[in-house]
């Protein structure tokens, strides 16, 4: 809803019992972000239990403590000896076996310091500002092909982008590029019958590699957890022969092999890189676009002022963060913010209520592309901040600069994704005209 027609003020009255079951329903995100639900949670029940119930043929789960202001969130995500993201990984569904969560446990994402400092240090030069820059300037050139005249789809538009720039920083044929989208909807769709079993790349197109990986894609029982080793068995055949394979001495990947990994840790770094790096700008994007949309007045006050497209970017991901939640595990028994939390609980931090919380941000449900200081979370928080936030604030201003340069007008209705996890967009129905 644009400026031009105000947004009523959230309620935050009591409106009767609180329906947190909602919060973790994929289907609630289908029809958006329940920011209103985020708002009544913070003055309410900022710290509480939410249900975690069986969904089509996932299995209920125990239940688990959502964190929903933001002082709490960032203590969540800056205490890992309280709160590990080792114990339980960091997806809110459990891992179906033992097994499958000592592999997952390999990856950088799941693990606590010092262990996560070892793994951080190993790829961190692949992301320095130094080596960011160096990529400026071929980003540009390829946002600026992105875009031609007519209608289009923004979404695949937009997934071009962060598809390329990661096959360009891991050593990734060219042609095998749609690989790393197909993986990425797989692992992080699969609540949306539309991504769960997407595969767009076209066997004759890929490399010998990358044919390879087509031919060792498993099939799944329904439910099965598509993070699980089993479910991803052609990705990983496609890491280990693209190791092998010739490589840039500057790539992501020959500073995996030079690193001394363990097969299981570097099996999910690739997962890592192929899947997060790519998914969250792939909905950044989009989410971004659409914003800029619903308030032609600041997209018109940024036409007008682009010195402001660095403090529209951050507004734009505190708006639309990509990532919604991450978990955490309760490392001993402990109290926040007057809830006592068991040992072995799991504990969820909500990042885009957290992006939401008055207390931090001046009119929060407003978008204002200069907005300044913007203390959003939506690359995390501590030691697990996001490695990669440069490289996807290079990407997004880069799209969003070459789009000021164009007309874009709605050409159909968005349709959001199914995703208790990410804050994505299917369809993007657009037209686009050069000013």
């Not at 968005?414 to 369809?427: E, M, V, W």
Request: proline share 8%; glycine share 8%; hydrophobic share 40%.
């Amino acid at each position: 809803m644009s400026e031009e027609m105000p947004q009523a003020p959230v309620d935050n009255s009591r409106q009767g019992p609180l329906p947190v079951d909602d919060v973790f329903l994929p289907s609630t995100y289908a029809q958006g972000v329940p920011y209103e639900l985020y708002a009544r949670l913070r003055l309410e029940a900022p710290v509480c239990r939410i249900p975690e119930p069986a969904v089509g043929p996932w299995r209920e789960g125990p239940g688990y403590w959502g964190v929903f202001r933001h002082a709490d969130v960032k203590h969540v995500l800056r205490t890992p000896a309280d709160f590990s993201s080792h114990l339980g990984a960091t997806q809110i569904r459990d891992p179906d076996t033992p097994a499958d969560l000592a592999f997952v446990q390999s990856m950088m994402l799941n693990t606590d310091p010092p262990d996560h400092s070892r793994l951080r240090r190993i790829v961190a030069a692949a992301f320095t500002p130094r080596a960011v820059r160096a990529l400026e300037r071929t980003i540009a050139e390829r946002v600026a092909s992105l875009f031609a005249e007519g209608e289009c789809d923004f979404v695949d538009v937009a997934a071009d982008l962060p598809v390329w720039t990661l096959a360009h920083v891991m050593g990734v044929p060219g042609q095998d590029r749609r690989l790393l989208y197909d993986w990425a909807s797989r692992v992080i769709g699969y609540q949306d019958a539309d991504y769960a079993g997407l595969s767009t790349a076209e066997a004759a197109s890929l490399s010998p590699i990358g044919r390879l990986a087509v031919a060792s894609r498993p099939e799944l029982r329904p439910g099965a957890n598509p993070r699980s080793r089993a479910a991803l068995e052609d990705m990983f055949a496609y890491a280990h022969a693209l190791a092998r394979a010739p490589l840039d001495d500057e790539s992501v990947m020959a500073a995996m092999l030079r690193g001394g990994l363990t097969e299981a840790e570097f099996e999910n770094m690739f997962f890592l890189f192929a899947v997060a790096g790519n998914e969250t700008l792939r909905n950044g994007i989009p989410g971004g676009l659409l914003t800029l949309l619903e308030h032609p007045g600041q997209l018109a006050r940024l036409r007008e002022n682009p010195a402001l497209l660095g403090t529209a970017v951050e507004e734009m991901l505190r708006f639309w963060p990509p990532v919604m939640d991450f978990r955490r595990t309760a490392t001993r028994d402990l109290v926040l913010d007057g809830q006592r939390i068991g040992a072995g609980e799991k504990v969820v931090v909500y990042h885009a209520s957290a992006n939401r919380d008055p207390s931090v941000f001046a009119d929060p449900d407003r978008f204002d592309v200069g907005r300044t200081p913007n203390d959003h979370v939506s690359f995390g928080f501590g030691p697990h901040f996001c490695l990669g936030a440069h490289l996807a604030r290079v990407q997004l201003r880069a799209v969003f600069g070459e789009l000021l340069a164009w007309d874009v007008t709605p050409a159909g209705t968005p349709q959001r994704l199914t995703s208790n996890f990410q804050n994505g967009l299917k369809r993007l129905p657009v037209r686009l005209r050069r000013r």
